[in-house]
């Protein structure tokens, strides 16, 4: 049974308001396909990896991208590139 996006954003939001830390930072979050996106700023790179743990501890969700901004954090992608088929490779 899929887990309707709405229904997976408000576990993820609930869950990050029950994390005291989690908490503190004000993050956007939104879910396509049970595919979670954060976004935001966090005071350290720990932080940023806490929140992305939580969303993904959810049951039903299939994967978070993890756009928050930190320090010492890799920067935020601005394109995703999700393998979908493996691609063929040519003969020279």
Known sequence: MTIPDETLRALVLEALASNRDAAALD????????????????????LRDQA???????????GVVNRIEAPGAPSPARTIHIPLAEQEREEP
């Open 27 to 46: 993050l956007r979050v939104g879910v396509l396909n049970a595919v979670v996106h954060l976004g935001g700023e966090a005071p350290s790179a720990g």
């Open 52 to 62: 992305e743990a939580i969303a993904a501890a959810i049951a039903g969700v299939r």
